[in-house]
């Protein structure tokens, strides 16, 4: 009988439990539970992003785990937050809310079958649009604010999730270049700071969670503001050339 490693099946393993947590997110929308839905989604991230970055490492990467990996984030990024913000917010919109889930959960699954096709070097540095669980970070910035102790924020938040929702699913199949945190690559000075801005965002997150995961969600916002702005500076200079 032919013999596997054990190694071998690790980063499956970890692409496994970001689909479970995604699952188990679903579960708890319905129910209600809007913040261990939250809990779960961060948790599917957190499995996402060092499964690919595992399988790198063990060099075991397969186009097997890497449909595996589309499979479980187009359940944790694309469906569960979709409707995790329908069950809470847009639901009172009736049928145009239900039509706001409906897009983003399209998108999703466009974005994923694009990102398998187009994997190339070019992405490597950048991505092309947002990634899915970007993208569920963003949707997912009206329960930050509600969470919080303290709400700072009087806001419409049936208006400012149904905004969210249509921008990420926008953005998630835009040509808009974002970078990519996965690949960068530092020089040792830059390294050493970086190092440091890590252990104070881990600091803060353990005693401000979800006040500094506001923070990044909203840093993270205005950066594809910003380089949606760019896009479009670009497009239309190169137009008018």
């Known amino acids: 009988m032919r013999e596997y490693s054990f190694i071998k099946f690790?980063?499956?393993s970890i692409t496994l439990m970001s689909l479970i947590?995604?699952?188990s997110s679903i579960k708890f929308s319905i129910q209600g539970n809007w913040k261990l839905s939250v809990l779960m989604i961060m948790l599917a991230a957190f499995f996402d992003f060092f499964d690919g970055w595992i399988a790198r490492k063990l060099k075991k990467s397969s186009q097997f785990g890497a449909e595996l990996?589309?499979?479980?984030d187009f359940i944790s990024f694309g469906l569960a937050p979709s409707l995790l913000i329908n069950l809470c917010y847009t639901h009172e919109l009736g049928r145009i809310g239900w039509t706001f889930s409906l897009f983003y959960i399209?998108?999703?699954?466009l974005r994923l079958a694009r990102f398998n096709i187009e994997n190339t070097r070019e992405q490597s540095k950048t991505f092309i649009g947002i990634p899915s669980p970007a993208a569920a970070g963003l949707v997912m910035i009206p329960f930050f604010m509600s969470f919080m102790e303290f709400n700072y924020f009087n806001i419409n938040q049936l208006i400012f999730s149904s905004s969210l929702?249509?921008?990420a699913g926008a953005m998630m199949i835009s040509r808009v270049p974002?970078?990519?945190v996965k690949n960068l690559k530092l020089k040792p000075l830059y390294m050493r700071f970086a190092t440091i801005a890590v252990v104070l965002v881990l600091i803060f997150l353990i005693t401000y969670f979800w006040q500094t995961t506001l923070v990044i969600a909203l840093l993270y916002l205005l950066m594809s503001l910003i380089n949606l702005l760019i896009y479009f500076f670009s497009f239309f200079r190169t137009a008018r050339i």
């Open 10 to 12: 690790i980063p499956n």
């Open 21 to 23: 947590a995604g699952i």
């Open 69 to 72: 990996d589309s499979l479980s």
């Open 106 to 109: 399209v998108c999703a699954a």
């Open 165 to 167: 929702i249509i921008f």
């Open 178 to 180: 974002t970078p990519s």
